[in-house]
């Protein structure tokens, strides 16, 4: 008897076989502007499919090494990665992945909406980048905070054009080096100490407990200043470059690709995912930085723009992940064969699909609104989109986090035995997620963000808006939809009005997480409504089993198995 072998799933083209992304480009940048992003998104979907997917693999298969010492003595803290790792950095550089909303070109052929294309590049990117998809969100909010006037226009000009540079050998990526051991989110414990030098430089001393991209040409780091006193609001980022090429205080014999003086990785991570991308402690003893807007001026906010750009970030790996996953265990589901029939045509496996399909739906319009209301704040200064990101950008983030995890469980689980051994690639799908609600604030700290955005600057009234329109374009599809989005709306509205009244009430505290779910599911269910009103039927029909799943708390077991062809 010959022995079986499972036939590999091969999953569609990213690009072209994605319907609600096309549409979704569609609507947000029109028919001209979608064509004119056409190419350059079948160009990625074609690598992603062929050596990527293979540098993917390569990277994951030889995770970073830490070497402390040259042969004969000399401390070189050289982090070794391997060549799968090093062609991810280069698509990442070479398809404008981080560069993309930064360049003149792009603004000028989509304005605002190039944070719309460059979330596409995200979607299809990010899923087999071997989480190189990290570096570029922090390369990406480094670029965002050195593009800020309030930054030295020679320290913008030194180091903003090698983080948006298209060129593989000249484009860099940022480290972000924010937490401590001892206060870990808890910003106000940071330890870390910078005092000025007579150059305008500063010295930082401290110590960094969890630093991503640790082998990355520079990081963006937390510090405060002397004399500054306590507390987080004081703290102020500053530029630290990795590697003595970018040190003047290296002296004239150092290796340019030797660490920065003042710089000393400690150890390399071993993390329960993310194995390719190297996460270190690092010390820092006197190491030269760079000033990013004014140390004497609390800085905590002008830190947020980093943060916020890595948070919609967060937000596209989980979404780009749920849909990826969702491809994989659809197309194991058309060649795997169980009881006579094949996996697809179960009854309860095209259920659970469909119940996927349409978590990674509602995922994919938050994190795809985030990267819409960002690019208007950036391009177009708008007032309202400002408003609307500041509750927005921690919903994204701590809703599809949450979603991610729990859909690569199921993800596991769908490919049975095969699902939990290393070698097929599946269960990194799971290790990787659990980072997602973890990465850039934990789901209780940004519940706590969303009461400071409500009640501090008024962040809930673009959004209740939100609902409520989406409520009365949802009547002609739906009038059971419009009546529960316009009863959740009221809802948010009544409670909001609570939380206000007495932000600091234990029941308010405790019911942070419950009501920032609450608000995201809302949400999505309302971009969802808005997409589906312009005339994308998939999204109609996520629009209402999402609402039926998450804001009526129904089953959709009978609809999901019934729509699962069109929902994937």
């Keep these: 008897m010959s022995r079986y072998v499972q036939p590999v799933p091969d999953i569609d083209d990213p690009y072209a076989g994605d319907r609600l992304l096309r549409s979704w ?246 993390k329960l995912g993310t194995r390719a991308l190297p996460t270190a402690e690092i010390g820092l003893r006197d190491a030269y930085a760079l000033p990013l807007g004014d140390p004497a001026v609390p800085g905590l906010v002008r830190a947020m723009t980093l943060v916020v750009v890595t948070r919609v970030h967060n937000a596209s790996a989980a979404a780009s992940g749920m849909r990826r996953g969702l491809s994989y265990a659809t197309a194991y589901a058309r060649t795997r064969r169980v009881a006579g029939g094949l996996l697809a045509d179960n009854p309860l496996h095209r259920a659970t699909l469909g119940a996927l399909a349409v978590d990674a739906a509602g995922a994919f319009a938050l994190a795809g609104h985030a990267f819409a209301l960002l690019g208007r704040v950036e391009v177009g200064g708008d007032p309202q989109a400002a408003a609307e990101l500041r509750v927005v950008a921690p919903l994204a983030k701590l809703a599809t986090g949450r979603l991610a995890v729990s859909s690569a469980a199921e993800y596991v689980e769908a490919f049975g035995g095969a699902g939990y051994v290393e070698d097929t690639g599946v269960p990194r799908l799971l290790r990787d997620a659990q980072v997602l609600p973890i990465w850039e604030g934990t789901t209780n700290v940004l519940s706590v963000d969303v009461l400071r955005a409500v009640t501090r600057q008024d962040a809930a009234g673009p959004l209740l808006t939100r609902l409520t329109a989406a409520a009365d374009m949802a009547r002609p599809l739906s009038p059971v939809l419009a009546d529960t989005l316009a009863t959740v709306a009221g809802q948010l509205r009544a409670t909001l009005g609570e939380v206000t009244a007495d932000p600091a009430s234990a029941t308010v505290l405790a019911g942070a997480r419950a009501l920032a779910l609450r608000m995201a599911y809302a949400l999505a269910a309302a971009l969802l409504v808005e997409h589906a009103a312009w005339g994308d039927g998939q999204a109609e029909v996520a629009a209402r089993l999402w609402t039926r799943r998450w804001l009526r708390h129904e089953d959709i077991s009978a609809d999901a198995h019934h729509h699962l062809d069109l929902l994937t």
């Design 25 to 270: 480009l569609t609507r947000q940048l029109g028919a001209d502007g979608h064509t004119a992003a056409r190419d350059r998104l079948t160009a990625l979907a074609a690598d992603v499919v062929g050596p990527l997917r293979a540098a993917h693999a390569d990277a994951e298969a030889h995770p970073p090494t830490l070497v402390r010492y040259d042969p004969w003595g000399a401390r070189v803290d050289r982090i070794d990665t391997s060549g799968g790792w090093q062609a991810q950095r280069a698509a990442a550089a070479r398809h404008a992945v981080v560069a993309l909303p930064y360049l003149d070109s792009a603004r000028g052929t989509w304005g605002a909406a190039a944070r719309v294309v460059q979330h596409a590049l995200l979607h299809l990117y990010g899923p087999e980048s071997a989480t190189f998809s990290c570096p570029v969100a922090m390369a990406d909010g480094a670029a965002a905070l050195l593009s800020s006037p309030d930054v030295d226009a020679q320290v913008r000009d030194a180091w903003l054009p090698r983080l948006v540079a298209t060129d593989p050998d000249t484009a860099i990526v940022s480290g972000q080096w924010m937490t401590e051991s001892q206060g870990g989110s808890d910003l106000s414990g940071t330890g870390t100490l910078g005092r000025p030098a007579a150059d305008g430089s500063w010295r930082l001393t401290g110590e960094k407990w969890f630093c991503s991209a640790a082998d990355a040409a520079m990081a963006v780091a937390l510090a405060r200043p002397e004399g500054a006193g306590r507390g987080s609001r004081v703290l102020a980022p500053f530029l630290v470059p990795r590697y003595a090429a970018d040190s003047p205080l290296a002296g004239a014999t150092a290796a340019p690709d030797g660490p920065a003086p003042g710089v000393v990785v400690r150890r390399l991570k071993d």
